[in-house]
């Protein structure tokens, strides 16, 4: 089955600086690459996704990129503020008929004020 | 409009007992899934439910794990003969159409359950 690894395991970036954490995948099938956000003692939250069939994607702040050659694909937080301070879970889906989510084992960002 | 619930928020209870844990999800999402996280770890797919079809149980970790889905909406998941290494929070998921492979999931708050 798909295998998703995800780096580093704690980022710490002070206020205004950028973020970037990294994740690989092993299903050359996977066409899907949601990244999530949780926050403590709340459920993951979806905060930008992106299909196989495009390279990149941005949303205000957050941009995300997908090298499918590499197997690998990438979430990029800009201008940091203290409420991006979270835990971030990047997965990975196969078309294999049901879009069940392979995750990594998640980063723990902190942003310093 | 109201997005996925879970109940209870917190369970704990003694090894060997059974226990229930409940999803509503969100109205018009054909599409239930349930995750298991372990403290400090990723989250580790337990079974999907689409439509009328059969359930996908590829996830579970043992036969003491069971979960129905009633009516196309509420889920429940129920773990028989609890064990320690079962504590964890216990999420669910739904999507508007999960057969797509690329549906977003939208998950609920979890239930944290605790084993004694």
């Known amino acids: 089955g798909e295998n998703v690894e995800q780096h580093p395991s704690t980022l710490s970036v002070q206020e205004g600086d950028s973020a970037v954490i990294k994740c690989t995948y092993s299903d050359s099938a996977s066409n899907y690459f949601p990244w999530y956000k949780q926050e403590l003692g709340k459920g993951p939250q979806l905060i930008i996704d992106?299909?196989?069939?495009?390279g990149e994607k941005k949303d205000q702040r957050i941009a995300v990129t997908l090298n499918k050659t590499a197997k690998h694909f990438s979430l990029h937080i800009t201008e940091t503020q203290p409420e991006d301070s979270a835990v971030y879970f990047c997965?990975?889906?196969?078309?294999?008929?049901?879009?069940?989510?392979?995750f990594g084992k998640g980063n723990q960002v902190v942003v310093i004020p | 409009g109201a997005g996925v619930s879970q109940s209870p928020s917190n369970k704990v209870t003694e090894k060997g007992k059974d226990v229930e844990l409940r999803c509503d999800p969100i109205?018009?999402?054909?599409?239930l899934y349930w995750y298991r996280q372990s403290l400090g770890q990723g989250l580790e797919f337990l079974i999907y439910?689409?439509?009328?079809?059969?359930?996908?149980k590829s996830g579970l970790p043992s036969d003491r794990f069971s979960a129905e889905r009633t009516g196309g909406s509420v889920s429940t998941l129920t773990i028989q003969r609890t064990q320690q290494e079962d504590s964890a929070v216990y999420l669910c998921?739904?999507?508007?159409?999960?057969?797509?492979?690329?549906?977003?999931?939208?998950f609920g708050p979890g239930t944290r359950l605790t084993v004694l």
């Open positions: 997965a990975a889906s196969p078309h294999y008929g049901n879009n069940r989510l392979a």
């Open positions: 109205s018009g999402h054909t599409a």
């Open positions: 992106i299909r196989s069939n495009v």
């Open positions: 998921a739904s999507s508007l159409e999960g057969a797509r492979g690329t549906d977003t999931q939208y």
């Open positions: 439910f689409q439509g009328n079809s059969a359930p996908d």
